[in-house]
Structures are given as structure tokens and as C-alpha cells.
């Protein structure tokens, strides 16, 4: 199915001449040097194609041969490949084997034929030449920063926009060598087609934490992975058409200038559609990270999605639609399927608009509406670090984001540790916690919509909920005593608090006391004492122990009893 899907993209992709996706044979690559000769053969110029600065100093991507599987040995691409093998120049091996890779690069373009191009013409005379680097090197500056960087070089005709091998006589010429004779034939198993087998399929680039050449969803590497002695891709026959463009389309889709990616924890994900939609363009606007000169991009693109789902505007074509999100995470020299999700746009529309509605909750004026789901996620890791995000945690919460399940019990699990020991609940943290609670509620008793609210519920009866706003009280009693005090009762009890009440809330009650006697105002004290009644109604003894779902209302009465604080009364009537 994964396979198929893809396909189905690239398919899609190269039948619109925009989309710059490569045809068979071919990749965009980066080619940062680019020798430049006449017709005769003579090198015109050595040209440097970075442009931008720092992170930012990317190399123009040109149409060239695709890359063919390395190892140990020697094997040369066609007209692309660093200066070792294109110019024969030592940089990091030895002069003998540089002499043989320069070799090889010569017999890849002398296998392509008898071949009638000015182009290609002029870049054979170029190598026959036993003087042809003297000349390069009269461009110092430039030829100093290729031998450093050991980057991949190519050819150019003066006067040309496009490199040799985009040249219409050479891409004909590798289009059709691109099936010898000697290949294996069989039915691809994604096309039901007869097809010729590809042995090894080329290399999916741009996972993070893959390895940099690349790695492979369909290999076959070691004995224990094949059968009935069939030998690399023979066994689960792929075609080579196939295999070409499940693998371009993949690299597409996780190149860095991507809109159709995303990193979620561990998982560089993709996401597309059958055909061209909303949510195609817009899912990254609604889990990723804003730009920093739109911070508030996530905002426009989720109430946009609001209105779209609950006034029908989506078109029946659009709604229909068969939507995919594909989570990859690097495993040695493969790739692992860490989720796979297919469903219509419209359903997934509604899910994603159900994990927004379930996050909503009442926060100051600098929040954003939207949180992205690393916000959500980093807020549950040690020191606020991505690389301390639990493993799996993001996948598990994608899956469960866009199939409508469940959060995973590990996410409540993380965030109510994190306030356990930084004594800190953050908007983030306290809108996961809603967020789970309420969708647990919700499947286990599907007549309930929510538990717990946007903002502060004082008919809310829940004991770890009505202890979590008398503590954020008892707090706010102990600062106004208190004014400029350096730690409150939050840094010193809140883990007992909000775990064993009983054995601090008896003297955080007494404490109290002491404290509302040190307030000048009256009136603030007969304020704060019927708010500690109003919330003490209904509550009896004080538990022994609060269950991990209680916590997490313990955090969200804190945390709602805190902003109720500190908004302004014409907002809270607003």
C-alpha cells in the first residue's frame, strides 16, 4: 500500500511540468562546481553555484544521472562526481586509485555510445587532455575551495543554461540504456505489471538520523532476509519503474526545501494526497513550527481549517480524497515504518479539528492558540530538550492525533512528571493533560463530550481538581503576604500536594492562617477566606493518594484557579 501510494504520486508529480520531479534515469542533485568548456574542449571557467550564507548556503540543483549504489569498490556516476573521479585529482585516496576512479568516470561516458552532441563532445576532449587540469587551476580561489570541500563537479558547454548531461541527445541516450539485456524479468508486485526487477533499489536520502548516503525501505543485505536461494530484490520483486519512482517520490517529499514534511520526534514525516488538496498544502501550517516573522501562522491555518470542516466549503472531490502521512525513522542501514496513516480529507480534517478543540484552554496574551505538536511534546522532555523526548512518545501521538484514538498513557504520564520535578505547570504541559483526560473520558463514555473545561469550572466536584485550585489559592494567599518572596509553597510541596494530599495539606491549611493575618486589607482577607470555602465545599477528609488521572486534575485546577487570578474581571465577564 505504501509502495502503491507513492507511485501514485510520482505519477501524479510528473505529469504536471512544474513539479520538477525527475523522470526515469535522473535526480535533482546539488552541484556546487561546474567546469565550463567550449566546443573544442578548452575549460572557459570554473564556476562556484552556492548561494546564501551560513545555514542558509545551499548549491543549485541541477537534472542529473541518478546516482548508482557505492561500496568499497570502484563504480563512477555519469557526468556528475567528485573532483577524484571527474578530474582526477587526488584530494583524500591514494594517486593510483584515483588514476583507476578517474578510469572508471571516462568508460561511463564512453559506454553511452557513439553519441552526436557538441556537449558531450566537447567534455570527451576535455579528459583525453594530459594538460586539462593546468588550466583549471589558473582559477585559484574557486579550485582551492573544491579540493577542500571535495565536492561533486560536473560539465557545462559555454553558453548553456543547463549542465551536459540535461543536454536533449545525452538524456536520451541514458533513457534508453536504461534497460540491458542482461536483466531479470518477472511481475512487479506493486503494479501487477510485467516489469524488469530491480536488484537494488536506490537509496531513500533525508531522514534524519539516517545514514548520509542514504538508506533503504526494500533490501535484502544478509542470508537470514532471503529465500528459496533468490538473491537481493528478486525476493519481493519490485519493478524497475516502480522502484525508480517510489523512491523519487519519497525524495521529494523529504527534501530539505520540502512543504510536505515535518520532523515528528524521531520521525521525519511526509504527508500527501491522492490529488491536489487543502490539506496537502496546509497540514505543516498546522503541526509545525511557525516561522519567526509569522508566529502566528498555526493560528490563521487551524481557524481556517475550523471553518472549512463546520461549513462544508471543503468540495466533494476534496473531501473524498484518499490522504496519506508516513512516518519514517532511521534503523542502521534501513528504514522503519514508525506510522502509516491513510484515510479521506475530510475525516482526517475532523480528527485534526478534534485535537485542537481538545487542547483549547485558557492562557495569557503571548500564547498562541495553536500549539505545534513539538511545543507539546518537547514541554514533556528533560530540560525542554528534543533529544530527551521519550522514544516512540511522537509517533504514538501522531498515530493517535490523526486516527482519532486515545492519547498514549505515556504522554499524561510525561507531562505530570515534568511538574513533579520542575514544580512548573506551563500552558503547554496543562493543555496535554486536558487534552488526554477529556479524550479518555470521552471513549470510555462516549455521552460525555469533556471533563474538564476551557477555563476555571467552579462546578467541578473532582477532588484532585478542587485540591489543585486550593492549592494555587494557598499560594496566592502565601505571595500576597509575603510580596517578592523567593520560593512558595509551589517549589516546596507540590509534588506531595498533588500526590499524598494528607500529608501537607493539614499544615498548608494552618500556614494560612499565618498568613492572611499578615494582610493589611481586610477585605482581601474576607475575599480569599469565602474562596477557600466555596472550594472546600465538598471536599471531606483529605485522600491519602491522588491516581495519575487525578494529578493531572490537580494540574489543571492549579493551573485554571492561576489564570482566574490574573484575568482581568471585564475579560473574564467577556
Known amino acids: 500500500m505504501i509502495l502503491q501510494a507513492l507511485k501514485e504520486y510520482y505519477d501524479r508529480k510528473a505529469a504536471d511540468p512544474q513539479s520538477q520531479v525527475a523522470p526515469p534515469g535522473f535526480e535533482w542533485k546539488e552541484i556546487p562546481y561546474i567546469v565550463v568548456l567550449d566546443p573544442a574542449g578548452n575549460p572557459v571557467s570554473l564556476d562556484c553555484s552556492y548561494e546564501g550564507s551560513g545555514k542558509n548556503r545551499r548549491a543549485k540543483k541541477h537534472l542529473v544521472p541518478k546516482a548508482i549504489k557505492k561500496t568499497s569498490g570502484i563504480a563512477s556516476n555519469l557526468l556528475w562526481e567528485n573532483p577524484e573521479y571527474a578530474l582526477g585529482v587526488p584530494v583524500k585516496g591514494k594517486p593510483d586509485r584515483v588514476a583507476v576512479q578517474h578510469d572508471a568516470f571516462i568508460q561511463r561516458i564512453a559506454d553511452l555510445g557513439d553519441i552526436s552532441d557538441q556537449g558531450l563532445d566537447a567534455v570527451r576532449y576535455f579528459l583525453t587532455q594530459t594538460e586539462k587540469m593546468k588550466v583549471v587551476q589558473t582559477y585559484e580561489e574557486t579550485w582551492k575551495k573544491l579540493l577542500d570541500e571535495s565536492a561533486n563537479v560536473s560539465f557545462q558547454l559555454a553558453g548553456d543554461a543547463s549542465l551536459v548531461c540535461e543536454r536533449k541527445a545525452v538524456r536520451s541516450a541514458i533513457q534508453a540504456a536504461l534497460h540491458p539485456n542482461d536483466t531479470e524479468h518477472g511481475v512487479c508486485l506493486v503494479t501487477g505489471e510485467p516489469d524488469v526487477i530491480e536488484r537494488l533499489h536506490p537509496a531513500i536520502k533525508g531522514v534524519w538520523g539516517a545514514q548520509s548516503m542514504g538508506a533503504n525501505i526494500v533490501s535484502f543485505n544478509l542470508d537470514a532476509f532471503c529465500s528459496f536461494g533468490k538473491d537481493q530484490g528478486a525476493n519481493a520483486p519490485v519493478g524497475e519503474e516502480t522502484a525508480f519512482a517510489y523512491t523519487t517520490a519519497l525524495n521529494h517529499l523529504l527534501d530539505k526545501d520540502s512543504k510536505q514534511r515535518m520532523q515528528v520526534g524521531d520521525a521525519s514525516t511526509v504527508f500527501w494526497s491522492a490529488r491536489p488538496s487543502f490539506l496537502e498544502d496546509h497540514l505543516i501550517d498546522f503541526f509545525g513550527e ?52 491513510s484515510d479521506s480529507v475530510i475525516n482526517m480534517a475532523g480528527k485534526i479539528c478534534r485535537h485542537f478543540d481538545d487542547l483549547q484552554l485558557v492562557h495569557g496574551p503571548r500564547d498562541q492558540d495553536a500549539l505545534p505538536l513539538f511545543r507539546l511534546l518537547v514541554s514533556t522532555a528533560t530540560a525542554g530538550k528534543s533529544e530527551n523526548i521519550q522514544p516512540n512518545l511522537a509517533g504514538e501521538t501522531m498515530r493517535a492525533i490523526l486516527q482519532g484514538l486515545p492519547y498514549p498513557k505515556t504522554l499524561l504520564q510525561a507531562a505530570i512528571r515534568r511538574i513533579r520535578a520542575e514544580h512548573d505547570v506551563t500552558y503547554p504541559r496543562a493543555a496535554l493533560i486536558k487534552a488526554c483526560i477529556n479524550r479518555t473520558v470521552r471513549t470510555s463514555t462516549p455521552t460525555k463530550e469533556r471533563e474538564l473545561a476551557v477555563s476555571l469550572d467552579e462546578s467541578n466536584t473532582n477532588i484532585g481538581y478542587r485540591l489543585g485550585r486550593l492549592f494555587a489559592v494557598l499560594e496566592k494567599v502565601q505571595q500576597e503576604a509575603n510580596p517578592g518572596i523567593n520560593a512558595t509553597i509551589r517549589d516546596r510541596f507540590y509534588g506531595a500536594a498533588s500526590g499524598t494530599p494528607v500529608a501537607v495539606f493539614a499544615n498548608l491549611m494552618r500556614l494560612k492562617n499565618h498568613h492572611l493575618a499578615k494582610m493589611e486589607s481586610a477585605g482581601r482577607r474576607v475575599q480569599f477566606e469565602k474562596l477557600i470555602g466555596g472550594i472546600m465545599e465538598g471536599v471531606g477528609d483529605f485522600p491519602p493518594h491522588l491516581s495519575l488521572a487525578d494529578q493531572g486534575r490537580f494540574a489543571i485546577g492549579y493551573y485554571h484557579q492561576m489564570q482566574d487570578f490574573y484575568t482581568k474581571k471585564s475579560d473574564k465577564s467577556e
Request: no cysteine; charged share 25%.
Open 290 to 341: 511557525p516561522p519567526k516573522d509569522d508566529p502566528d501562522r498555526n493560528t490563521r491555518a487551524v481557524a481556517d481549517l475550523f471553518n472549512a470542516v463546520r461549513n462544508g466549503t471543503l468540495s466533494e472531490p476534496d473531501r473524498e480524497t484518499q490522504f496519506y502521512v508516513l512516518g519514517l525513522a532511521p534503523n542502521a542501514s534501513r528504514l522503519a515504518i514508525r506510522f502509516w496513516i
